[in-house]
């Protein structure tokens, strides 16, 4: 080993050690790395709820006849209505307009004897459209009891049989708790986070400050300072998502059932890209106020919104599905929502780590010359 | 107090705020990335979905059962197999988000007048999208059923559901999203804008040169408080113009009503803004200080997802977010014509907001100086 090498491995150290040391005295450090994921997780864990599970609806039973109490008594069964029974649908109206419920079921007069008259009795199901995702589900929910209902009334009379069953089976989480993937989820947000902002402000700091020529004037090279930066930050967001994962696990219950390998493989190649987004942002704006807000526009609300974190990309207009492309969030989520539910499909994870290194290599390779650029 | 003074005050704010090409941006790049962003992009709506079909029927009604899969609109690529292995590759990779398995004895099944059986192959580990498109083929499967012979005998004693959607008959996501922009943004904007203002005095160091004036501190926090106001009610009213002549969305209810609650809520928001700016001792700080509280508002809100959903402690917590009442003025004023009664109900806990945080913020910020 040559004098120069051990030089670069002592200069490397010593850099590192700064970090360190800076991260652990800043409280901004310590509120973007550990504070934020905390309430986030905890926002996203007990806060976000897709769950449609007992939706609250209003049930009116226009006429009380041994067939409608039955078909009432399925909808109170159902695991996915809360329901409270009137009879008279104005009771009912207001509640809707003053979203107190999703909705509300009609059994209407006359249900019996069409029923017995084979004259096609049907429930209504009035839905509050200013909730278009309840809406939908109540609408499901409710033809998918009546058609139930009308199953066992078929069978019990050993009528025709129901001409076709659909068996719906949900893989990978069949208790449908959104939580599920809502959490693993988030931990891509507070590694961007990390990544993204915390690096970002910290390094536009040192531009701001000066210091960062000054570390210029040293024999330090370029790539050693930002390997010096990147170490600590790198560290720092995989500590992140330990804790968030630990917490998912043992708070929140979502289950883990592929390999720490994996996890760890993957968010590794994650934080590629959002520190590397994070160190082009200080390197552009050299600002801290202009790093964050650019930060959490071109880090934070991308990952939330145009990774299919809660919103399907397929849904949305193809120009935005063609952005969406170059969201590095994209590419992570799925892949760590498999890792917590359904194991490891390294097929799926080596392809998302690849991608991934490659948006790092990408942004780490202009940022350098970013820097570079500046000081020449 | 004199009027000319405050106006001085307020002026000087105006021009402070648009002059400075940061606060700038603050006013107009995330108002604008959001209203885009969001409307389009923020959908909980199901469409352009891929499937993945293994049929072993070599009937009639397995095949039909996919062409009326291929032939609904929500369904983009019906991709067929023959092989259960790549079907389970198909769903694992997250190719297709649901297969369908139609069984060998499926048409015989269907003409012997017996139960048929199909399976349906979710990703749960996107529940929320794939139980609308589970939803999506039921309701496939009920249209095909009605069809076969026995479903034709069964016809006349079938219980049908019939759907009415109120207050937005197409179920547009739009319509939900977009009215909830309007309080947000106007959060938002005026948030951050009301947070900075001090911070930024502090750290150029004019703060001190504020005090000296003869401008009362009371004067310097009404001062403070006044454009953030008027900046928030010009972005609510864009925005309702956006949603009324851009997005298309109805406007049922009362302006008046939703402009003398406006009012309320920009006020309590302030409130907060002024408080973490008291708080905050350089702009960093009271950017993230905004964060802190923004990301929780937005979430605990009622904006995405329902409170409803939410556990008891938690909703609790909801109680003291402005934007909690003012999202249900605002979607009810779009949507529902909600009741002048109701508008008050939900004004009357953000003026208590507004009447605790701004008092408490001034105190703070009294006591910061001394």
Redesign the interface.
């Known amino acids: 080993m040559n004098a120069y090498r051990r030089g670069r491995t002592r200069r490397l150290t010593a850099l590192i050690r700064k970090e360190s040391f800076q991260i652990v005295r800043d409280p ?1 450090s310590i ?2 790395a550990l ?2 994921p905390l ?2 997780l905890f ?2 864990g ?7 599970t007992h ?2 609806v209003g049930l009116v039973l226009e006429e009380t006849t041994p067939v409608t109490l039955d078909l009432a008594a399925s909808f109170q069964n159902s695991r996915y209505f809360d329901v409270t029974i009137g009879h008279d649908r104005r009771e009912f109206a207001e509640d ?4 107190r419920i999703g909705g509300f079921l009609v059994i209407p007069d006359g249900f019996t004897a069409d ?1 017995t008259a ?20 109540v ?2 929910y ?3 009891t ?2 139930t ?2 199953a066992q009334r ?1 069978a019990e009379r050993a ?16 208790e ?3 939580r ?2 809502l959490v693993p989820g988030s931990i891509s947000i507070v590694m961007t986070l990390v990544g993204t902002l915390l690096t970002s ?1 910290v390094i536009a ?1 040192e531009w701001e400050r000066g210091t960062m020529e000054a570390m210029m004037a040293t024999p330090v090279t370029a790539w050693e300072l930002l390997a010096g930066k990147i170490v600590p930050y790198f560290l720092l967001g995989l500590g992140s998502m330990t804790l968030c994962v630990i917490l998912a696990v043992f708070l929140f219950h979502v289950p883990f059932r592929g390999s720490i390998l994996a996890l760890y493989a993957l968010s590794a190649a994650f934080l590629m890209p959002a520190l590397g987004q994070g160190f082009l942002i200080s390197a552009v704006t050299k600002n ?3 790093a ?2 650019l930060a ?2 071109s880090g934070f ?1 991308p990952s939330f ?2 990774s ?1 974190f ?3 990309i ?4 193809t120009v ?1 599905q063609y952005i969406s492309l170059a969201v590095p969030a994209r590419y992570l989520i ?1 892949s760590l ?2 890792v917590f ?2 194991g490891d ?1 390294w ?2 994870f080596l392809r998302s780590i690849l991608i991934l290194v490659g948006f790092g290599i990408v942004l780490f390779a202009v940022a350098i010359r970013k820097t570079a650029k500046r000081i020449a | 107090m004199g009027p000319t003074r405050l106006l001085a005050l307020v002026r000087k704010e105006f021009l402070a705020l648009f002059r400075d090409p ?1 606060s700038r ?2 006013l107009i ?2 108002p604008v ?1 959001q209203l885009l ?2 409307s ?11 499937v993945m079909v293994l049929n072993r029927d070599a009937g009639h009604w397995g095949s039909e059962f996919i062409s009326r899969i291929e032939a609904s609109p929500q369904f ?1 690529l019906v991709q067929r197999t023959g092989n259960p292995a790549e079907l389970h590759e198909a ?4 190719r297709v988000i649901a297969a369908v398995e139609i069984g060998p004895d499926f048409s015989r099944d ?1 003409e012997a ?20 498109v ?2 999506y ?3 496939i ?2 249209g ?2 009605a069809d ?1 012979p ?2 034709q ?2 016809a ?14 197409n ?3 739009k ?2 999203m977009v009215p909830g922009l309007v309080a947000s943004i106007a959060m938002l904007v005026g948030l951050l804008v009301t947070s900075l203002s001090i911070a930024r005095e502090r750290e150029l160091g004019t703060f001190d040169q504020l005090m000296v004036s003869p401008l009362r501190t009371h004067e310097i926090l009404i001062g403070k408080v006044i454009p953030p106001i008027l900046i928030g009610f010009v972005h609510i009213t864009l925005f309702i113009l956006a949603a009324v002549w851009i997005f298309g969305i109805p406007l049922r209810g009362s302006l008046f009503a939703l402009y003398g609650a406006a009012f309320f809520y920009l006020v309590s928001l302030v409130g907060f803004g002024l408080f973490i700016s008291a708080l905050a001792a350089t ?3 009271a ?2 200080g905004a ?2 509280f923004l ?2 508002a937005m ?2 809100s009622g904006f ?3 409170i ?4 008891e402690w ?1 909703q609790v917590l909801t109680y003291v977010n402005p934007l909690r009442y003012f999202l ?1 003025i605002v ?2 004023v779009f ?2 014509e ?2 002048l009664a ?1 508008v008050v109900a939900e004004t009357v806990p953000m003026a208590l907001i507004a009447g605790v945080t701004l008092p408490a913020a001034g105190w703070l910020f009294r006591s910061r100086l001394e």
């Open positions: 901004s509120l973007i504070v934020l309430i986030l926002l996203f007990y806060g976000v709820s897709l769950d449609t939706t609250r809707l307009v003053e979203s029923l084979s004259r096609h009795p049907a429930v209504q199901v009035i839905v509050d459209g200013a909730d278009p995702n309840t809406a939908n589900f609408q499901n409710a033809a998918g009546v058609s209902w009308e078929a009528l025709t049989a129901t001409p076709l069953l659909v068996q719906q089976r949900f893989w990978f989480n069949p449908l708790k959104s599920n993937f402000m700091r801290q106020f202009l964050s807000q959490l526009l609300l919104l145009l299919g809660i919103f399907e397929n849904s949305m207009p935005i799925p929502q498999s539910l359904a499909i097929p799926m | 940061k941006i603050i790049a995330p990335l962003v969001f389009y992009a923020a959908t909980l709506e199901v469409r352009n979905v891929d983009r769903i694992d990779r997250e269907i007048g017996s139960t048929a059986d199909m399976a349906v192959i979710l990703d749960g580990r996107r529940s929320n999208a794939s139980q609308i589970a939803g083929i039921s309701a499967a009920t095909l059923a076969t026995a479903g005998r069964l006349s004693v079938r219980v049908g559901t019939v759907a009415r959607n109120w207050f937005n008959p179920l547009e996501f319509w939900f702009q960093q700080q950017i993230l964060f802190l990301v929780p979430l605990l995405a997802t329902p409803a959903n939410m556990p938690l249900v979607r009810g949507l529902k909600i009741p109701e």
